[in-house]
């Protein structure tokens, strides 16, 4: 039996995403899934208020992101740019974002 190429695809893009938060200044790629799956108490607001407000805020996937600044305590908020614009986000959010990093 032959393998599927696109599942095979699939499935080595899946393994390869991160998570937004542990991406670094300079990082750049592309949002390959946002799902709020952290739990409620994190975020000030239930899972699925939070996906919403990604997804509003531009959070997509295929939409490309770079991450620019992050703050001096404890890395906390992280600034990206998503597609043409610029987001200030608090890293416990970012969680919920993974993206499939460019090769450096």
């Given at each position: 039996?032959?393998?599927?190429?696109?599942?095979?695809?699939?499935?080595?893009?899946?393994?390869?995403?991160?998570?937004?938060?542990?991406?670094?200044?300079g990082d750049k790629g592309v949002i390959v899934d946002v799902r709020a799956e952290s739990h409620a108490g994190d975020h000030?607001?239930?899972?699925?208020?939070?996906?919403?407000?990604?997804?509003?805020?531009?959070?997509?996937?295929?939409?490309?992101?770079?991450?620019?600044?992050?703050?001096?305590?404890?890395?906390?908020?992280?600034?990206?740019?998503?597609?043409?614009?610029?987001?200030?986000?608090?890293?416990?959010?970012?969680?919920?974002?993974?993206?499939?990093?460019?090769?450096?």
């Open positions: 039996m032959i393998a599927d190429p696109t599942n095979a695809e699939a499935a080595q893009t899946a393994d390869a995403a991160v998570r937004l938060s542990v991406a670094r200044p000030g607001v239930d899972v699925s208020e939070l996906q919403r407000r990604l997804l509003e805020f531009g959070f997509v996937e295929g939409a490309r992101i770079e991450v620019l600044h992050e703050g001096a305590i404890w890395r906390d908020p992280i600034a990206v740019r998503l597609d043409d614009m610029r987001i200030g986000l608090r890293r416990r959010d970012a969680e919920d974002v993974w993206v499939l990093l460019d090769a450096k």
